[in-house]
């Protein structure tokens, strides 16, 4: 475990909680509103950071046989599916006492069981929402093994040129895109263009891995980590004033990656704090946390409701902030955690 980019996590999880509840959703869009709404660039960062800490857990392990490739596959099922599936369950707990289902929600709900979700256009994503960036996961995690043998073992020039080839693509795309109907699926949601994120994480990992012995950082870890720092807020502030379509693809590349890279040498001051055991234990339950969060928002909403409580947003924003947070630790230490030893250890041999 890398701790720094462990608690990170939950950072880049708190800020997708804001983009879900706005403190200022009526105002005009604005900078207070834009500090808020921006929060989804943490998908951005979990697409990255899993490309890296799985090529720095398995690339190698896998290339010399001491981890088969169906041991990843199992091993990422029991990561993800247990809560995805109990999540689901939430969900449709809530469309049935709550709305009223139509016949057509059940190959949605297929869909969203098997996580293929997003890679439909135009989905509306009715049960749990977030879910729809597991259905990009998985579709990395299948592919892991295969850009690992062709890019990153033998770095065949046909694989690299792919690479690069689409990265290009989505530049063009984000520029082509400005304030069409498909920029969004086209440039967020769909995991043809955001696997390139992913394997952006894979590429950073072996430059700082080759190349760490040679860079002259030492006595300057804690200088890199506050650059990187200092750049994702000024990425993250001035991104009100660029075009969402290219915000929603390679606006965050390279301050995510700087971000990364900075912590994963984790010897500076910075990364020192981030690797406080509440810090880190926030990071650990952040998987839980994104997952349900969307899910406790809409509870605290109908619950508040129902009792027939008006209370600020500021308070309706911090009870569902503290709830999120309980039903994370909960869902990680009594689920997540169970079943994910359980599935590894009755499938992985």
């Avoid at 960062?45 to 720095?56: E, P």
């Avoid at 694989?159 to 530049?171: C, H, K, N, R, S």
Wanted: glycine share 4%; charged share 15%; with cysteine.
């Amino acid at each position: 475990m890398i701790k720094p980019l462990t608690s990170l996590r939950f950072v880049f999880a708190f800020l997708v909680f804001m983009s879900h509840k706005n403190l200022f959703p009526h105002e005009a869009p604005g900078f207070l509103w834009h500090i808020f709404r921006e929060g989804y660039a943490g998908v951005s960062f979990f697409f990255m950071l899993s490309g890296f800490i799985l090529a720095y857990t398995y690339q190698q392990r896998l290339i010399s046989g001491t981890v088969t490739v169906r041991s990843f596959y199992v091993a990422r099922i029991a990561r993800i599916y247990p809560l995805h599936l109990l999540a689901l369950l939430v969900s449709l707990f809530l469309l049935r006492f709550f709305t009223h289902p139509s016949a057509s929600d059940f190959g949605e709900l297929a869909l969203n069981i098997l996580l293929l979700q997003s890679f439909i256009p135009g989905q509306e994503f009715l049960f749990n929402s977030v879910s729809w960036s597991l259905s990009d996961e998985a579709f990395f995690y299948a592919l892991f093994p295969v850009i690992i043998f062709s890019t990153f073992r033998n770095r065949r020039r046909e694989a690299q040129t792919m690479w690069v080839g689409l990265g290009l693509a989505i530049v063009l795309s984000a520029y082509l895109l400005r304030n069409n109907l498909w920029e969004h699926w086209t440039l967020y949601i769909n995991p043809l263009f955001r696997i390139f994120d992913f394997v952006l994480g894979i590429a950073l990992y072996n430059l700082c891995h080759r190349w760490e012995s040679y860079l002259p950082l030492q006595g300057r870890y804690t200088q890199l980590e506050w650059l990187a720092l200092l750049l994702i807020i000024v990425a993250y502030c001035t991104a009100f004033f660029i075009p969402v379509s290219f915000r929603r693809s390679v606006w965050y590349w390279l301050p995510m990656g700087l971000l990364i890279a900075s912590f994963y040498f984790h010897r500076g001051a910075l990364s020192r704090l981030l690797s406080h055991p509440v810090c880190v234990k926030l990071g650990e339950i952040s998987f839980a946390f994104y997952l349900f969060h969307y899910l406790v928002i809409q509870c605290v909403k109908i619950g508040l409701r129902h009792l027939h409580l008006e209370v600020s947003l500021t308070i309706e924003f911090f009870i569902a902030l503290a709830v999120s947070i309980a039903t994370a630790y909960i869902a990680h230490q009594y689920i997540e955690q169970p079943l994910n030893r359980l599935i590894r250890k009755r499938f992985s041999s």
